[in-house]
């Protein structure tokens, strides 16, 4: 077993980065592993969308390996700021739901091979969908 210095198991963050933790360690280093670089960024990526899938596809790894880290050893931190960002996540979806339904969205407008110019388009059912999601929260 490989002993791991305090240096290495000092929590991550970045200006970034809101949540802070201690990254799971690994005995032997790989190139294409979840360095813990690669675990700040995944939970920075979490936090902004949301979504497990997508923010491990961000960091070049899949959704598979994603969960078999948080399941590591050594691994309850990065859980906790996984949960915490994921949370977060979930907020910046809703917001972003709400806005755009309130705000609308522009199409293009294409007449003759050409853009003409934008039709703002409102998202009735958005705004409702995401008014019900706040009532059940």
Do not use: C
């Amino acid at each position: 077993m490989t002993d791991i210095s305090p240096a290495r198991t000092a929590p991550i963050a970045s200006e970034d980065d809101q949540i802070a933790f201690t990254p799971v360690p690994f005995a032997a280093k790989r190139y294409g592993g979840w360095t813990p670089n690669r675990q700040r960024k995944f939970i920075y990526h979490l936090s902004r969308i949301g979504v497990v899938s997508a923010a491990a596809k961000a960091v070049g790894m899949s959704r598979t390996s994603a969960y078999k880290l948080r399941e590591r050893k050594g691994a309850e931190s990065f859980a906790a700021a996984w949960d915490m960002a994921l949370e977060m996540g979930h907020g910046n979806a809703d917001d972003h739901a709400i806005t755009r339904a309130i705000e609308g969205y522009t199409v293009p407008y294409f007449y003759g091979g050409l853009m003409r110019g934008e039709i703002r388009r409102y998202d009735n059912r958005l705004l409702l969908a995401s008014l019900a999601a706040h009532n059940r929260d």
